[in-house]
C-alpha cells in the first residue's frame, strides 16, 4: 500500500518547466528525501503536494484520496503537514502557542463555543495546551514554552516549527531543508528525531541538501534534475547511480569512486586529498549538495 | 489570586466607570455623561475593528459604513408609518407577534412602526448580508483588497444614504423612539435617563469585552493571529484562512452595526455624517492609537478621543485631528503610543529603583 501517490504531476512557470510529468509513490513508515541541485523543482514539488502551488497537470493521491486541487488547509485537514524553508513561525504569539496552532484541526470549538465559553471549550482549550506542550517536551524545547517565537535562535525555530507540524497529528510530515542553517550537532539531533517521528509511525518526506543528513536518514531517495526524476532508490542505489554522479558533479562518468561517494557524503576520507574532479562540460553544479 | 488575575482589568473597567460618573457629578458637569455614553457606543465599532486588523490584520475603512447600516435601518424601521398596510394579513400577524407597535410622530400623530427590537434585528440581519457579501469575494484574496473593497462600499453607502428621502437625505432622521429593552431598561437620551443609560452603554462594553477576550484567548483567536502573522503557514496547519478572515469581518461589522442602532436610538436620530469616508478613518485611527491588537487600548483611547472630540475639543479641525493621529501613529508609534509609554515608565521606575538603592547595583 502506497501512502502518497504522485502521478504525471507538471507544473510551469511562464516558460520554465519546473517540475516535468513526476511521478512516484511514497510507501508509510519510510523516510524519503528528494535531492537534486538547485533549481531542479524540488520546493514546487513540495508546494504542489502541500496545496500551495496548483499542478497544471498530473494528480496526487493521498491514502487512496485524491487531494489533486485541495486548498493548503484541506490538505493539512487531510493529514499532511508541512515545515518551510525558512522557519515560518508566528511571531506575534509565544513558543507554545505556535504549538497550539498546530492543534487547531484536532479541535473543533467555533465563535459562538469560545465567546461564550461554552461547557466543553475550557476543556478543551486546556488538552489543546497539554498536547502542544508534549510536542513541545518530545523535540526538547518544553522550558521555551513562554518565550516568544522572534527570540529564538535559527535552529529553535526549525524545531518549534517541526513541533507544531508534529502537533497537527500527521500521517505524512514534509519537511522543506530541515537542516540548513543547523550546525552539525543541531544536525545531529534532527537526524535522530525525524527518526524517532518515524519509528513513532509519521511517514516523512524530505527536501535536503545536505548529503550526510540525507545518507544517512533517509530509507529512499528520489534525485530530481530539471524538473525531472533521474533517479529513484536506496541511499547506496544513489551514491552509484551514474546518472546522478554526472549530474551532480558536472564531470564525465566514471565509476563511483572516493570522491563522487566523499562529495556525495560529505565525509573527508583521507584518500581524497589532493584528488582533482575535472569538470569536462560546464554542467549545473550542485553547489548545496557538495557543501 | 493569579486565578482571578484575568478579571482585574474589567473590575477596573467597571471601576473607572463609576468613578467618571461619580467625579463628573462632584464637578456639576453630569450632562458631559451624554458625550461619554456616545463615546461607549463608538468604542464598540473600535473594539470590532481591533478584532479585524489587530488579530486578523485586514483593514476596513467601511466601518462607518456599518454603523450607519445598523443605525439607518432600525431608524427607518421604528419612525416609517408602516399604517397603509394594516388591512393585509401579515400585518395583523406582525401586530399580534408586537413585532409592529403603535407609536406617536414627532406632532402626536399615531403611527404604526416596526418594534424597536424587531428592527435590531433587522439591521444586524441586513448587516450581516452585507458584510458577508463584501468580505467573501475580497477575502479569499491575500492583501488589502479588503481595505479597498470597504472604501468603495462606505463611499456608496454614504452617497445612498445623501441621496435618498427615506433616509432623510442630507438631515438624517430624527425622532426616534426610545428603546425598551426590557427588565426596566431604556435605550433613551432623555436626561432622566442620563446615568441609567451611561452605565448601560457601560456594561455593553465591558460584556463584549469579556466576550471578545474570550475568542483571543482560544482557538480561534489564535488561528486569527495566525493568518495575520503568516497566512501561508496558518493554511499549512489545516486553517482556512479565507473563512475565518471573513467571520472575523462579518462579526466587526455586526459590531458597528449594533453600535449603530444603540447610539441612534440613544441620540434618537442618526444623520449621513455617520457614513462618511471620515468617521471610517477615524475608527482605523482610534484603532491604531489603541495599540490594534489590544482590546483595552483600544477601549480607552476610543473612549477619551471621542469623548475629547464630541465635547469640541478639536472644534471645526475635527477630522483634521483624526487624520494627523493617524500619521502620528504610523510614522511614530506603529504598535500605539501606550506600548512604548508604558516600557518608558517601568524603565523609569526600574532606574529609580536602582538609584534609591544603589548598594543593590555593587553586589
Known amino acids: 500500500m502506497t501512502l502518497l501517490e504522485v502521478n504525471d504531476v507538471r507544473r510551469s512557470f511562464g516558460g520554465l518547466v519546473a517540475v516535468n510529468r513526476v511521478s512516484f509513490q511514497v510507501n508509510p513508515g519510510r523516510i524519503k528525501a528528494v535531492i537534486g541541485p538547485n533549481g531542479a523543482g524540488k520546493t514546487t514539488l513540495f508546494n504542489i503536494i502541500s496545496g500551495l502551488l496548483k499542478a497544471d497537470a498530473g494528480h496526487v493521491t493521498f491514502k487512496d484520496c485524491s487531494i489533486t486541487g485541495f486548498k493548503p488547509y484541506q490538505i493539512a485537514r487531510a493529514g499532511i503537514s508541512r515545515t518551510f524553508q525558512n522557519p515560518s513561525l508566528f511571531f506575534q504569539m509565544n513558543v507554545l502557542e505556535n504549538v497550539m496552532v498546530g492543534r487547531h484541526r484536532r479541535s473543533g470549538r467555533e465563535f459562538a463555543a469560545c465567546c461564550l465559553r461554552l461547557p466543553g471549550q475550557p476543556k478543551e482549550e486546556r488538552s489543546i495546551r497539554e498536547a502542544a506542550l508534549a510536542q513541545l517536551d518530545y523535540v526538547g524545547l518544553a522550558h521555551l514554552a513562554g518565550f516568544p517565537a522572534g527570540g529564538l535562535s535559527f535552529g529553535q525555530r526549525r524545531m518549534v516549527e517541526l513541533a507544531r507540524a508534529l502537533a497537527t497529528d500527521p500521517e505524512l510530515l514534509l519537511l522543506d531543508e530541515p537542516a540548513s542553517g543547523l550546525n552539525t550537532r543541531e544536525k545531529e539531533n534532527l537526524g535522530a528525531l525525524i527518526r524517532r517521528i518515524r519509528d513513532r509511525g509519521v511517514t516523512v518526506l524530505l527536501v535536503e541538501h545536505d548529503m550526510t543528513v540525507v545518507m544517512d536518514l533517509s530509507d529512499d531517495i528520489l534525485v530530481l534534475h530539471n524538473g525531472t526524476i533521474i533517479a529513484e532508490g536506496s541511499p547506496a542505489t544513489i551514491q552509484s547511480d551514474p546518472n546522478v554522479i554526472s549530474t551532480y558533479l558536472g564531470g564525465e562518468f566514471r565509476p563511483a569512486g572516493e570522491v563522487e561517494l566523499a562529495l556525495l557524503t560529505g565525509r573527508q576520507p583521507d584518500a581524497v586529498t589532493g584528488a582533482r574532479v575535472v569538470p569536462t562540460r560546464s554542467g549545473p553544479v550542485g553547489e548545496g549538495a557538495v557543501r | ?363
Open chain 2, 1 to 363: 489570586m493569579t486565578r482571578l488575575r484575568p478579571f482585574f482589568p474589567f473590575a477596573l473597567f467597571a471601576l473607572a466607570l463609576v468613578a467618571g460618573q461619580f467625579t463628573l457629578r462632584a464637578m456639576g458637569k453630569e450632562y458631559c455623561l451624554t458625550q461619554l455614553t456616545m463615546s461607549l457606543y463608538y468604542a464598540i465599532v473600535v473594539i470590532g475593528l481591533c478584532l479585524v486588523m489587530g488579530y486578523a490584520g485586514q483593514v476596513s475603512l467601511g466601518h462607518g459604513a456599518f454603523f450607519a447600516i445598523g443605525g439607518y435601518t432600525s431608524a427607518v424601521l421604528t419612525t416609517h408609518d408602516f399604517s397603509r398596510f394594516n388591512a393585509a394579513a401579515w400585518a395583523g400577524a406582525l401586530r399580534q407577534a408586537h413585532l409592529l407597535v403603535t407609536n406617536d410622530d414627532l406632532y402626536g400623530n399615531p403611527i404604526v412602526t416596526v418594534s424597536p427590537w424587531a428592527a435590531f434585528l433587522a439591521a444586524m440581519l441586513a448587516t450581516l448580508v452585507i458584510a458577508s457579501l463584501i468580505g467573501y469575494p475580497a477575502l479569499r484574496l491575500k492583501g488589502h483588497y479588503l481595505a479597498m473593497a470597504t472604501l468603495g462600499f462606505g463611499l456608496i453607502v454614504y452617497k445612498i444614504v445623501l441621496g435618498t428621502a427615506l433616509f432623510g437625505a442630507a438631515d438624517g432622521i430624527n425622532g426616534v423612539p426610545e428603546w425598551e429593552l426590557g427588565f426596566g431598561l431604556t435605550v433613551s437620551g432623555r436626561s432622566a435617563l442620563r446615568v441609567e443609560n451611561y452605565y448601560l452603554a457601560g456594561a455593553l462594553v465591558l460584556v463584549l469585552l469579556v466576550l471578545l477576550r474570550n475568542l483571543i484567548h482560544s482557538r480561534i483567536g489564535r488561528a486569527l493571529q495566525a493568518i495575520h502573522d503568516r497566512e501561508t503557514a496558518a493554511g499549512a496547519m489545516g486553517i482556512n484562512t479565507a473563512a475565518y478572515k471573513l467571520r472575523a469581518f462579518v462579526l466587526s461589522a455586526l459590531l458597528a452595526a449594533m453600535a449603530g442602532v444603540f447610539f441612534t436610538h440613544y441620540t434618537g436620530g442618526i444623520g449621513p455624517s455617520e457614513a462618511s469616508a471620515f468617521k471610517s478613518v477615524r475608527y482605523v485611527a482610534l484603532a491604531a492609537s489603541g495599540g490594534m491588537a489590544s482590546l483595552w487600548g483600544v477601549t480607552g483611547m476610543s473612549t477619551l478621543l471621542n469623548y475629547l472630540s464630541l465635547r469640541g475639543l478639536f472644534g471645526s479641525y475635527d477630522n483634521a485631528m483624526f487624520g494627523a493621529i493617524l500619521i502620528l501613529i504610523v510614522s511614530l508609534a506603529p504598535e500605539g503610543p501606550l506600548k512604548p509609554l508604558g516600557l518608558w515608565i517601568q524603565s523609569w521606575f526600574g532606574r529609580l529603583r536602582r538609584e534609591r538603592r544603589p548598594e543593590h547595583d555593587a553586589a
